[in-house]
């Protein structure tokens, strides 16, 4: 057995932390994640770097705010200049194995959302890199046989590519579907939707079975990967991603209703709010007048009756999920290296499902989108139970290089957690959490920019170019219902939060590379 410690990283899509039972869910049951944390440190104030899913798993991946690394939002790339912890580990002898959701680079093809370059002899401040930034595009994937991925990717040496959400999920899964369903494009045909009489938008009964759905995929494959290690002492890090339970509402066969509508609350009525922001009454109006979703991953509201379907269907797909990382980890242990091995639970953001009526994600930031799950069991170490410390997906690259004993590059905006799990003192005082929109929705008039200072107490969070802003006491406002930006108590409150944040975002330049000559 190696001496360096092995890591299975698990990680979900749209998936908040309160919807496991180790965080408090009284009806999701998850019981293989419940073991992780039992047998680890759940951290219970952990929140991503941004609540979208390319600029966010970009930060996990290299340490750095979306701002820095280049994949501000979905429909960017992030450069293949990029460093990333996962080539550090592959430096150092490790093998690197990604399996499931990547999505670094774009899985659809290209739409424009805001302008057209029309008449533009320059389009952007960068010259053009003409490295391939298509491996995720269905095209790769149209063929028989396997796409053969180039790698390394992003530091990655094995890629089995998984892109899309739901039951129509592509890259080397829809290779593998066309291979092993010989009515494979009857399984994808809508018009072949088994019967329910759920009304939610985006809830598909799908006839894909159980066995042949992407998270089954995502299972066997890195449960073969792990079988493949047995007997060889070189470590490895293997990334486990599964695209559920981020909509479409589609989980399969005994999972469609393992939970009932009536199993679920909506404790967070819109009227809860005692002064929604502007993007909240867009929202609102938009609902009450029978207005449409502007795209399929834009967020919108819906009635409590739709709501608690579509709760009852996300918890089928994190049970299914759940059932799957009971699996791998089992396969773990077949393997001979459980004892030696950090296993990781994480999500790439969360979703409001529910909260004010609302339901997906989008410019406003609140604890729902924000706040992930984040589990680190390590068999080798004795660490607290849980943490409440203010940590963020940028502090996963340096904690997984600090267990690994390996340094971290310059330029890495995370910090090592490793002293948090031994009961450490706080990470930091604050924390930014960014967003920033590729196209125009919510009732901006340009694509919002936004960013959140978070504390153990408060989030303030400033618009870019609007006069109004939020301010949330979680000490005495929990659940973010009173937004007292404009309450003259908490005016001091608003000014000492607001130079914090500008010394954040003065500090956020890019520190690497250094120069190295004199001038």
């Known amino acids: 057995m190696s001496g360096r410690p092995n890591f299975v990283f698990f990680i979900t899509d749209q998936h908040r932390a309160d919807w496991l039972g180790c965080y408090g869910h009284n009806v999701v049951r998850t019981p293989h994640i419940d073991a992780l944390a039992q047998n680890g440190t759940r951290f219970d104030n952990f929140h991503v770097a941004s609540p979208v899913c390319m600029p966010n798993r970009a930060s996990l991946i290299t340490g750095r705010y979306p701002s820095v690394h280049g994949l501000r939002y979905n429909g960017c790339t992030l450069p293949h200049s990029a460093n990333t912890f996962v080539d550090v580990l592959a430096a150092a002898g490790y093998h690197t194995a990604a399996i499931g959701k990547s999505h670094l680079q774009p899985f659809l093809d290209p739409k424009p959302v805001c302008h057209s370059a029309e008449g533009i002899l320059i389009e952007e401040a960068w010259k053009r890199d003409d490295n391939d930034y298509l491996q995720e595009q269905p095209g790769r994937y149209l063929s028989d046989g396997r796409y053969e991925f180039a790698t390394p990717y992003y530091g990655y040496q094995h890629v089995d590519m998984v892109t899309n959400h739901g039951d129509r999920c592509g890259g080397h899964y829809q290779q593998w579907l066309r291979q092993k369903a010989p009515d494979w494009q009857a399984l994808q045909d809508d018009g072949n939707e088994l019967p329910h009489n759920y009304s939610c938008p985006q809830a598909f009964r799908t006839p894909v079975p159980e066995e042949l759905y992407p998270t089954a995929y995502i299972r066997d494959r890195a449960s073969d990967y792990l079988e493949s290690r047995k007997g060889n002492d070189e470590p490895f890090f293997l990334f486990v991603s599964f695209p559920d339970p981020h909509h479409p509402f ?57 709501l608690r379907e579509a709760m009852a269907l996300t918890a089928g797909m994190i049970s299914m999920v759940d059932d799957a990382v009971g699996d791998v980890v089992e396969s773990l242990r077949a393997s001979g290296h459980y004892d030696n091995t950090v296993i990781c639970f994480n999500s790439d953001h969360g979703d409001y499902l529910g909260d004010f009526n609302m339901i997906l994600k989008g410019a406003l930031q609140f604890r729902s989108i924000t706040r992930v799950p984040f589990i680190w069991s390590d068999p080798m170490r004795q660490t607290v139970a849980d943490t409440n410390v203010l940590a963020s997906s940028l502090d996963i690259s340096a904690s997984v290089l600090e267990r690994a004993g390996l340094p971290p590059y ?3 905006q995370g910090r090592s957690l490793l002293p948090c799990l031994e009961g450490g003192a706080d990470l930091r005082e604050d924390l930014v959490v960014e967003y920033n929109d590729g196209g125009i929705r919510l009732g901006f008039e340009a694509p919002a920019r936004v960013r959140s200072l978070l504390t153990q107490r408060y989030r303030f969070t400033l618009y870019r170019d609007q006069p ?14 009173h937004n007292r930006w404009d309450d003259p108590a908490y005016a001091s409150v608003k000014a ?11 500090a956020m330049m890019d520190e690497s590379p250094k120069g190295r000559h004199m001038a």
């Open 250 to 306: 589609n989980p399969p066969g005994r999972y469609w209703d393992m939970y009932s509508p009536d199993e679920f609350d909506v404790p967070l009525p819109y009227e809860a709010h005692v002064n929604p922001p502007p993007p909240m009454r867009h929202l609102h109006q938009k609902w009450e007048h029978g207005g449409k979703q502007e795209t399929p991953q834009t967020a919108m509201m819906l009635g409590p009756d739709q």
């Open 410 to 412: 310059g330029g890495m």
């Open 496 to 506: 000492e939060l607001s130079l914090r944040l500008n010394h954040q975002l003065t």
């Open 468 to 481: 109004w802003g939020e301010l949330y006491d979680h000490e005495n406002d929990p659940r973010e219902t």
